[in-house]
């Protein structure tokens, strides 16, 4: 089909009107512009140029019936009279914009993508930060709400209370109105799950247990039944005998039955009565660090034994308080409690009285990931400046070829706010477009950000798109919009000169004018792409120091389950021990396993605390000696490839005798007996467990040394460790840990494990089978996180970075054409011309890198809790930084600079 044709057949998709008034210019011009398409060399280029012309033309036929549709752009007096007004200048505006942009693809095209992905990765990251940490807590009045902890003498921060501290809490009535108190939930440590059966479908639960108070604090009643009473406990330390249910609980496993109220559910193989039915969705929002769950289905009373004491501190606080209180006369009536405290019970607190925390509980819940959501905060900030410095460089060069344009309007009676309002219409019309884009993007990302941060953020599982979001966007778009129009309008455009540039237009675009506008954006974009790429250095390396460190044992090809026995038909002593013994050689029987035991607490996790210990009484005592210790089986050492310096493993017997017997790690021997052995060497033990009891400071005998682990945690930095036989400290659930076979898979070890343990009717549930080297990733999951974040938010500020140093070469090489022709026409060679070029994209690189360096050095303060190995202001990773955009400077300029080089001086002395 030739261009006649083509122009018919366009012609038919505008307005009768138009092909009345217009029809023969349009086909005559479309016939030109086809025809002149033939003269570009090159099959492909030709219908590049056509294809270009026909979606102009069919994009002005859309806008012309557009145009025909709406009453303001007819030609009546009431058309004229509305054209006049304000609102319909605007509409004006708005029309001329979406044609100038549809005519424009190369130019709306890359900056509504810029946008579009600046806005979207920064509305994804305001949408995290939204949904964890701004975002009203569920709770009624919960500005009221507060966590309490203890900051002893010497700093370290004790999570809970003891039960003593608790009560006197709740006396204080003239600042509280509410107390509660939550026995927190460690997971691997101690957890509450709990076996219900008695129902339709036997099932695993999370139960927890609160106080009274917990409940009327949060301002929480059930919607059947009562709340949680002293009588649902039998006495003091005596067994749960009512236990509220929550509503998914109810919905799923008891159909929703409104007569559940007193009825009987069988919990761990006990009856116990259902006394209430809680809200739906009702949530534990606290620190994660607390070890409290966020929601549970059985809910009961917590208790202590009679006899705890002061130093014992476990009890989570959440208080409220009064109305007519605010936070800093609560925190002076707490100070002079805790002198007090002090006072009574000097031993506890240390040389001074501790501090009584209290923070708001929005504040509290992200504590432990404040550094991570500033991290975020900034690094998002500095994405969208860099995109708003990308797209303000393609309008400062754009604005240039529409000089004339501006010139005629104003020549033919346009005001200059007039122009300026048409300026600033058509970027808020192109940062719409990219804000649009930028939504889509979030709404798509945010189900795959849920997943990779669940086991990170507070509140994971709430990361949503929501209103917040939506106005946050909006914000961002007129910020782009505002910002691109703001440099235009500053460079003059539609300002004086209008002779000038209508007469040299071209020779106006070369100059000076608006380089400087283009420069500057370019440094700043350089400078914000070198805090990130530091930031994601940082990270990167901080993530690989993690993977290199010496954990003390070999997590390689370990598989790690629990297992938890059926504690009505196995009573504590022998049997109970002997059942988790026997577990652990059956399974390591299989051929699927080299070898396998286990450990209460799994490695990396922790332990619990000891709070001293001592050659004798006395030195236990006058010490402030600090470690953890974990509960074994036999053959764990050799399991976990852990070396015993010295001694044996524990015995797979019951012990004959009840002289305890322990195995230390080689810190506390060095501390102990520097230069000598251990063996056989007694050691007195101040257990510090949350039911303490007077069994809890014993005297034992030391069997072997072993090798320092980091038990409390890779980045850990020598917390001696003190390993007790099981039979010692009789669990009812341990985490085996088994050496998967050479030849054996992963899923191999599972299958042989289900064997194993379905077959033994006392192992009543096992879960968690995982590998042990996934279980020690999830420690520094933060990092991981962070670490992907920025090296994300790096690749597209680098990308950013180069495409605008890109476009300002490529432009600053094209305005310079005379210049270049002059210089070959007197003898410059093509190396000099590259030069030329190269060294004013070094020169801006240069410029953007030290202003970035310098950006970095205080930004990346923010990261230093979270960095292992590295200091925040590392020499390699800054040099890496500055070098990648020095590079990038290089090849952003390389094709300008060849292209520049290849210039026919004759052809550029003509060019205007």
């Not at 033309?57 to 859309?62: E, W, Y």
């Amino acid at each position: 089909m030739n261009g006649h044709r083509w122009a018919q057949a366009v012609l038919r998709l505008f307005p009768g009107s138009f092909r009345e008034q217009y029809g023969p210019a349009f086909v005559r011009h479309f016939i030109a512009d086809w025809e002149e398409a033939s003269s570009i060399s090159g099959r492909r280029h030709e219908w590049q140029r056509r294809l270009r012309l026909l979606v102009e033309a069919v994009g002005s036929a859309a806008l012309e019936r557009v145009a025909v549709a709406v009453p303001w752009c007819g030609s009546s007096n009431t058309a004229r009279q509305y054209r006049r007004s304000a609102l319909g200048g605007i509409m004006l505006d708005l029309a001329s914009a979406a044609r100038d942009l549809w005519r424009s693809p190369g130019y709306t095209s890359a900056a509504a993508i810029t946008l579009s992905a600046g806005i979207g990765i920064t509305a994804v990251a305001f949408t995290i930060i939204e949904s964890v940490a701004l975002r009203e807590l569920p709770y009624p009045d919960a500005g009221q709400l507060a966590a309490v902890r203890i900051v002893p003498h010497d700093g370290r921060l004790w999570h809970g209370l003891s039960w003593g501290e608790f009560e006197q809490l709740e006396r204080r009535t003239d600042i509280f109105s509410g107390v509660g108190g939550i026995r927190p939930n460690y997971g691997e440590v101690l957890p509450i799950d709990l076996d219900v059966t008695g129902v339709d479908r036997p099932e695993k639960v999370q139960g927890i247990e609160v106080t009274t108070g917990l409940l009327p604090t949060l301002g929480v009643s059930p919607i059947l039944g009562r709340s949680i009473t002293a009588d649902d406990r039998d006495g003091d330390g005596g067994e749960a005998l009512g236990y509220l249910v929550s509503h998914e609980y109810w919905t799923r496993a008891l159909g929703a039955d409104a007569s559940v109220i007193g009825k009987r559910l069988t919990v761990e193989h006990r009856d116990k009565t259902i006394v209430g039915v809680l809200p739906p969705d009702i949530r534990l929002l606290l620190d994660p660090r607390d070890g409290v769950p966020v929601r549970a289905d059985l809910w009961t009373r917590a208790y202590h034994i009679v006899g705890d004491n002061a130093d014992t501190h476990y009890l989570r606080t959440v208080v409220r308080l009064r109305e007519d209180l605010d936070l800093d006369q609560a925190r002076a009536a707490l100070a002079a409690m805790a002198l007090s405290w002090f006072e009574e019970r000097p031993d506890t607190y240390g040389e001074g009285p501790a501090r009584i925390e209290l923070t708001p509980l929005k504040k509290h819940l992200t504590a432990g990931v404040r550094p991570l959501l500033t991290a975020l905060g900034v690094a998002v900030t500095l994405v969208l400046l860099i995109s708003c410095a990308n797209v303000g460089s393609l309008a400062l060069a754009r604005s240039r070829a529409r000089e004339r344009d501006l010139a005629v309007r104003q020549a033919l009676g346009a005001s200059t706010l007039r122009v300026a309002r048409l300026v600033l219409v058509e970027s808020l019309v192109l940062a719409a477009i990219g804000a649009v884009g930028g939504l889509a993007l979030a709404a798509i990302s945010v189900s795959a950000v849920r997943a990779l941060a669940s086991d990170v953020l507070p509140r994971a599982n709430e990361i949503n798109v929501g209103a917040g979001t939506v106005v946050f966007t909006l914000g961002a778009t007129v910020l782009a919009g505002s910002l691109a129009a703001g440099l235009i309008l500053l460079q003059g455009r539609g300002g004086g000169h209008l002779v000038d540039q209508l007469r040299h237009g071209a020779r106006l675009a070369g100059s000076r004018k608006g380089a400087g506008g283009r420069r500057a954006l370019t440094i700043i974009q350089t400078a914000v792409a070198v805090v990130l790429l530091v930031g994601a250095g940082l990270m990167l390396r901080t993530v690989a120091n993690l993977a290199r460190v010496d954990l003390g044992f070999d997590p390689e090809n370990v598989f790690t389950f629990k297992v938890e026995m059926d504690q009505t038909s196995i009573a504590l002593g022998p049997p109970r021990y002997e059942f988790f013994r026997d577990v652990a050689a059956e399974v390591g029987r299989q051929p699927e396993f080299a070898a396998a035991s286990a450990i209460f607490v799994l490695p990396t996790h922790g332990g619990f605390d000891v709070d001293g210990y001592g050659r004798t009484v006395a030195e236990l005592e006058g010490n402030d000696h600090r470690a953890t210790f974990n509960v074994v089986l036999p053959g764990y050492f050799e399991t976990m490839r852990i070396p015993l310096i010295e001694g044996r493993d524990f015995f797979p017997a019951w012990p004959a005798s009840a002289d305890g017997e322990v195995i230390i790690d080689e810190q506390i021997a060095e501390r102990l007996w520097p230069g000598e052995s251990a063996l056989g060497r007694s050691l007195w033990i101040d257990f510090d467990m949350q039911n303490p009891t007077p069994v809890d400071r014993v005297l034992a005998r030391v069997v072997a040394v072993a090798s320092h682990t980091r038990q409390d945690g890779i980045r850990d930095l020598g917390t001696p460790q003190i390993y007790v036989p099981h039979w010692h400290r009789p669990f009812w659930g341990m985490n085996f840990v088994g050496r998967v076979a050479e030849r054996a898979t992963v899923g191999d070890a599972a299958r042989a494990v289900e064997r194993v343990v379905d077959a033994d009717v006392d192992a009543i549930f096992t879960h968690s089978g995982r590998e042990l080297t996934s279980v020690i990733m999830a420690e520094s999951h933060d990092g991981r996180l962070l670490s992907r974040v920025l090296a994300v938010f790096s690749g597209l500020a680098l990308l950013l970075s180069a495409t605008g140093l890109y476009g300002v070469i490529s432009y600053s090489a094209r305005q310079r054409t005379q210049e270049i022709g002059i210089r070959k026409a007197t003898g410059a060679r093509g190396r000099d011309i590259v030069w030329l070029v190269v060294r004013n994209a070094l020169w801006l690189s240069g410029a953007g890198v030290a202003v970035g360096i310098a950006g970095a050095i205080w930004v990346t303060r923010l990261l230093s809790s979270l960095l292992f190995g590295v200091a925040s202001a590392d020499p390699l990773t800054y040099v890496v930084a500055g070098g990648a955009l020095f590079v990038v400077g290089v090849l952003a300029a390389a094709n300008p600079a060849l292209r520049a080089a290849a210039v026919d001086p004759i052809q550029a002395l003509r060019a205007d």
